[in-house]
């Protein structure tokens, strides 16, 4: 069993996700977040090539997955900006069903679908001692 600390959630710069959501999907547009801008220098290496192409789900592959299977750990497989820790903790992370759920709350509907995708996911992150 993992402990999950305590249950008090606090927004991150007053976003919330299911009012973000329903303004996407009410205008028809893709969420673009505002305090994680899609520009050369964000992700906060020198070593990675200048003039990053910033892309959607669907422009990588054709049938975007959030998790592929739930029920089995993954083998996550480091990409070019790859922190090995991060990759660590995702894997982790898929093996842990329960840990998966509070971090990535109801993650079945988060899944990719034509009708409800407008560009955002929701994750809580363990902060200073609050989700």
């Known amino acids: 069993m993992v402990r999950l600390g305590g249950t008090k959630v606090v927004q991150y710069k007053s976003q ?26 964000v992700i906060g290496t020198s070593s990675i090539p200048p003039n990053i192409v910033w892309k959607r789900p669907k422009d990588i592959c054709e049938n975007p997955r959030l998790f592929e299977n739930v029920e089995t750990p993954l083998a996550i497989h480091p990409g070019e900006l790859s922190c ?9 992370l898929s093996g842990l069903n329960e840990l998966r759920n509070k971090i990535v ?9 034509d009708k409800t995708y407008c560009g955002i996911f929701h994750f809580k992150f363990w902060r200073f001692g609050s989700w």
């Open 16 to 41: 919330s996700y299911s009012e973000l959501k329903k303004h996407n999907l009410e205008q028809g547009t893709q969420f673009i977040d505002a305090t994680f801008p899609a520009i050369d220098g």
């Open 84 to 92: 090995g820790w991060v990759v660590s903790a995702i894997s982790v």
């Open 105 to 113: 709350p109801d993650y079945w509907e988060q899944e990719w679908n």
